[in-house]
């Protein structure tokens, strides 16, 4: 079942490392749903996309033009946990903390 707050990014074909899971928020703060998430004893992975490499110091001067999709994706993403030594109730919990 999905959740109206957030979409699971899935890509179309091919295959998948499974490196990092990430949602795209609608309309909910990220910060907002770490701080929850953290109080329910869920600790979202590093936002490693957090800032558009556009926006980095070592590439702004190489790319000044604005990226608005590129901005929006980085704004409006989450990383919630992912690794082999989560068990099915810790996905459970995961996701149960995600659809409160």
Do not use: W
């Not at 953290?38 to 604005?66: D, I, N, Q, S, W």
């Not at 993403?77 to 989560?86: F, T």
């Amino acid at each position: 079942a999905g959740c109206l707050a957030f979409e699971v990014l899935q890509q179309p074909g091919g295959s998948c490392s499974y490196y990092k899971c990430i949602v795209r928020l609608r309309g909910i703060d990220r910060e907002a749903l770490r701080s929850f998430a953290k109080a329910r004893g869920v600790a979202f992975t590093g936002e490693v996309y957090h800032l558009g490499v556009h926006r980095m110091p070592g590439y702004a001067a190489e790319h000044p033009a604005p990226l608005p999709a590129t901005d929006e994706a980085c704004a409006n993403h989450a990383c919630p946990p992912l690794y082999p030594e989560l068990t099915e109730d810790d996905v459970r919990h995961v996701c149960a903390v995600m659809r409160a």
